[in-house]
C-alpha cells in the first residue's frame, strides 16, 4: 500500500496534433489501480482538438506555444502540483499498475529521486514487437549511458520527485533542438540517483522507429 496522504501524484502529458490517441492515452489513465491526483496535458499549438478531448477527460489543460516536447514537457512539470511527477507521452499505453508501481518504488527507495521504466511496442508488426522494443531501448542505453556516466530516462516512462524537478528546472533547455530526456539525464545524473523499475511497462507506438 501506498504510505502516507502526503504523497500524491502529477502525470504529465505533452501533445500536438494527436488528440485520439491521446483519448485511448487518458481512458488508461482513468482505469489505474491507483488514481493520478492530477493529470496535466500541455498542448503544444495542436491544430485539432487535442486541449477539448484533455478538458471533457478532466485533465487540467495547459498550453506552450513554444514548439517541441522540451518546452511542453517542462510547462507540465512547472504546473505539476503532485509530490511525484509522472510523464508518459500521448501515444501510450500504460500498464494497469502503472502509477501504483511507480509510486510504491518512490516510497520504498527515498534515496531515489528519478526512476525510468520500460516498455513494449503495441503497434507495428505482432512477431517482431518484443524484440524490435528491446533493440530499440537497449541500443539507446547502449549509446547513451557511456557518455552520460549513469542510466538515461526513456522519456515515455519516467517519474521524478517534484524536489527533484525544482533543483535542476533552471538548468533544462527547452528548446526543440534538445532531446529533453537526454537532457533531463544529464541534469538529474548531476544531483540525483536514477533507478530503472522492472514492474512499470509501458506500451508505446512503433511511430520514433520510422518518423
Known sequence: EFAGPEITVSVVIPVKDDGELLRRCLRALALQSRIPDEVVVVDNASSDGSAEIARVAGARVMTCASPGIAAASSTGYDAAIGTCILRLDADCIPSHDWVQVMLDTFVSRPDVAVLTGGARFIDGPRPMRRW?????????????????????????????????????????????????????AYHFGERHRIRVVRGATMGISMRPLVS
Open 132 to 184: 524490435l522494443a528491446v533493440l530499440y531501448l537497449g541500443g539507446y542505453v547502449v549509446a547513451t549511458a557511456p557518455a552520460l556516466g549513469h542510466l538515461p530516462l526513456f522519456g515515455s516512462n519516467l517519474g521524478f520527485r517534484r524536489s527533484a524537478w525544482l533543483d535542476v528546472r533552471d538548468r533544462i533547455h527547452r528548446n526543440p533542438d534538445i532531446h529533453d530526456d537526454l537532457d533531463l
